[in-house]
């Protein structure tokens, strides 16, 4: 039997409990799969007195410094499950690649900004960077991508990447329920990042798509070209008339090579009701890759929470456990190519839009005529009947006593003309404030 396999584990939280916990639930399945112990034999987090849910630390060796337990000679591989893209996770990751130490971590913020680096820094000195728990929770998604659907050229890889906006989508849709309400239910259940401004920002979901990107296209990660918007103007009103247009408001990730480039999408999206895509609810994640042999592959799952997380980490470590090695973003780093970006401007899909018009004759054609001008093909228009009365100041001073809620859905259209349409709309005050686009995605 070959010698245990010692893991120090930096990061002692959601996640870091739930790897505890799985490493105690299946420490003999994982050592008859595996051929050898794994064995946690150091610990680091910020608070020694903090219970660990029922685990006893004692057992194991304190480190205060988590660069210090991943330089120290007693670990095989640091597991590192504390977050941020820079500060004392870049630090120890870094500290344990350059000793010769295998990485494992769940930290997407840090593949997004330092990915390429960190993979050339494993590398060089021969050792592992596993990170399937960053995309999709427990979806083994980045296997997929990197081993099992080598022998495809990939034209697009989208899908539901933030277990919280998902959650929090769904409630919204199904319980009526306020955003503010259902986004500490999500944090409360351990889906939030520690900063929920990540998550409902869209960024988080952008992490995650800039690391599908490079393993879809081979390209070096690139994440300061992801376009992003959050789900936070998302309202119950869009959620109503999105359904009953026949569609779901689902927050995606899309990246596709378009020919002029790679265009990497993060928004608040319509989603046809009935498309696979749309059926993935609460904290459910779903990952498409489109290859050109095996056509579409779809993969779903629980993409945030202790336990289908804690699956993802310890997969990782099996794999380092029975000297699986591959480079890791599936191509060695120097032979990556530059990631391309495609202009948004140049995007092509439908809209939905949704604008409040004074209730008076002649606005829904202002309004009509602003988007054929910009060659916009309008597929439907729903106008919810005389709204509430109201005082409301209007661009050249007038008031309107009524307004009514307008929504519109376009056949698909440049995002360049779109934006030239409702920019027009805008200034020339056809509406009350300003008017509001969510893109539309058919499958
Ligand atoms: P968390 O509950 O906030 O836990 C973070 C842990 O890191 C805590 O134990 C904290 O110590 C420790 N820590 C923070 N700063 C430290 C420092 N300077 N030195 C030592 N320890 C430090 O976070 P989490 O939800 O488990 O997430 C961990 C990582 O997994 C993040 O990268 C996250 O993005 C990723 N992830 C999370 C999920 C999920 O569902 N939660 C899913 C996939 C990936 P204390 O406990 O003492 O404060
Ligand atoms: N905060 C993340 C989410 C955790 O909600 O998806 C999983 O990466």
């Given at each position: 039997?070959?010698?245990?396999?010692?893991?120090?584990?930096a990061?002692?939280?959601?996640v870091?409990?739930?790897?505890?916990?799985?490493?105690?639930?299946?420490?003999?399945?994982?050592?008859?799969?595996?051929?050898?112990?794994?064995?946690?034999v150091?610990?680091?987090?910020?608070?020694?007195?903090?219970?660990?849910?029922?685990?006893?630390?004692?057992r194991?060796?304190?480190?205060?410094?988590?660069?210090?337990?991943a330089?120290?000679e007693?670990?095989?591989?640091l597991?590192?499950?504390?977050g941020?893209?820079?500060?004392p996770?870049?630090?120890a990751?870094?500290?344990?690649?350059?000793?010769?130490h295998?990485?494992?971590?769940a930290?997407?913020?840090?593949?997004?900004?330092?990915?390429?680096?960190?993979?050339?820094?494993?590398?060089?000195?021969?050792v592992?960077?596993?990170?399937?728990?960053?995309?999709?929770g427990?979806?083994?998604?980045?296997?997929?991508?990197?081993?099992?659907?080598?022998?495809?050229?990939?034209?697009?890889?989208f899908?539901?990447?933030?277990?919280?906006?998902?959650?929090?989508?769904?409630?919204?849709e199904d319980?009526?329920?306020?955003?503010?309400?259902?986004?500490?239910?999500?944090?409360?259940?351990?889906?939030?990042?520690?900063?929920?401004t990540f998550?409902?920002?869209?960024?988080?979901?952008?992490?995650?798509?800039?690391?599908?990107?490079?393993?879809?296209?081979?390209?070096?990660i690139?994440f300061?070209d992801?376009y992003?918007?959050?789900?936070?103007?998302?309202?119950?009103?869009?959620?109503?008339?999105?359904?009953?247009?026949?569609?779901?408001?689902?927050?995606?990730?899309v990246?596709a090579?378009?020919g002029?480039?790679?265009e990497?999408?993060?928004?608040?999206?319509?989603v046809?009701?009935?498309?696979?895509i749309?059926?993935?609810?609460?904290?459910?994640?779903?990952?498409?890759?489109?290859?050109?042999?095996?056509?579409?592959?779809?993969?779903?799952?629980?993409g945030?929470?202790?336990?289908?997380?804690?699956?993802?980490?310890?997969a990782?470590?099996?794999?380092?456990?029975?000297?699986?090695?591959?480079?890791?973003?599936?191509?060695?780093?120097?032979?990556?190519?530059?990631?391309?970006?495609?202009?948004?401007?140049a995007?092509?899909?439908?809209?939905?839009?949704a604008?409040?018009?004074?209730?008076?004759?002649?606005?829904?054609?202002?309004?009509?005529?602003?988007f054929?001008?910009?060659?916009?093909s309008?597929?439907?228009?729903?106008?919810k009947?005389?709204?509430i009365?109201?005082?409301?100041?209007?661009?050249?001073?007038?008031?309107?006593?009524?307004?009514?809620p307008?929504?519109?859905?376009?056949?698909?259209?440049?995002?360049?003309?779109m934006?030239?349409?409702?920019?027009?709309?805008?200034?020339?005050?056809?509406?009350?404030?300003?008017?509001?686009?969510?893109r539309?995605?058919?499958f």
């Amino acid at each position: 039997m070959s010698e245990p396999l010692k893991i120090g584990l930096a990061g002692l939280g959601t996640v870091g409990v739930g790897v505890l916990d799985l490493l105690r639930a299946h420490e003999d399945l994982l050592e008859r799969r595996c051929g050898r112990r794994i064995e946690i034999v150091a610990v680091s987090a910020r608070s020694r007195k903090k219970r660990r849910g029922d685990h006893d630390m004692d057992r194991y060796v304190w480190f205060d410094d988590p660069v210090a337990m991943a330089r120290s000679e007693g670990i095989d591989v640091l597991v590192e499950l504390m977050g941020g893209e820079d500060g004392p996770a870049k630090a120890a990751v870094e500290a344990a690649l350059s000793a010769g130490h295998h990485v494992v971590t769940a930290n997407k913020a840090l593949l997004a900004h330092h990915g390429t680096a960190l993979a050339r820094l494993a590398e060089e000195n021969g050792v592992a960077l596993n990170f399937e728990a960053a995309v999709a929770g427990g979806i083994p998604i980045v296997k997929t991508m990197r081993e099992a659907l080598a022998g495809n050229r990939v034209s697009r890889v989208f899908g539901i990447l933030n277990g919280t906006c998902n959650y929090i989508l769904t409630k919204m849709e199904d319980e009526e329920r306020d955003f503010a309400d259902v986004l500490k239910e999500a944090q409360d259940l351990g889906y939030a990042e520690a900063d929920p401004t990540f998550d409902i920002g869209g960024f988080d979901a952008a992490h995650k798509l800039s690391i599908l990107t490079s393993l879809a296209f081979g390209t070096e990660i690139n994440f300061t070209d992801v376009y992003v918007e959050g789900i936070e103007n998302i309202t119950l009103n869009d959620i109503r008339y999105a359904r009953g247009l026949g569609y779901r408001i689902k927050l995606l990730g899309v990246a596709a090579d378009t020919g002029e480039g790679i265009e990497q999408r993060v928004h608040p999206t319509l989603v046809p009701i009935g498309s696979p895509i749309a059926e993935v609810n609460g904290v459910f994640n779903a990952v498409v890759v489109q290859g050109d042999f095996v056509d579409d592959v779809m993969l779903s799952g629980r993409g945030a929470g202790a336990h289908p997380t804690a699956s993802a980490v310890v997969a990782d470590i099996a794999d380092i456990a029975r000297g699986n090695a591959v480079p890791p973003l599936g191509i060695p780093a120097d032979r990556l190519e530059k990631c391309t970006r495609a202009r948004m401007r140049a995007h092509e899909g439908g809209y939905y839009v949704a604008m409040e018009l004074p209730d008076r004759p002649g606005q829904v054609a202002a309004v009509a005529r602003a988007f054929a001008d910009e060659n916009i093909s309008i597929e439907s228009i729903v106008q919810k009947g005389r709204a509430i009365s109201r005082t409301v100041p209007l661009r050249d001073g007038e008031t309107a006593e009524q307004t009514a809620p307008f929504i519109l859905i376009t056949h698909d259209t440049l995002e360049s003309a779109m934006r030239a349409a409702l920019e027009r709309i805008e200034r020339e005050g056809y509406c009350v404030g300003r008017p509001r686009m969510i893109r539309i995605e058919r499958f």
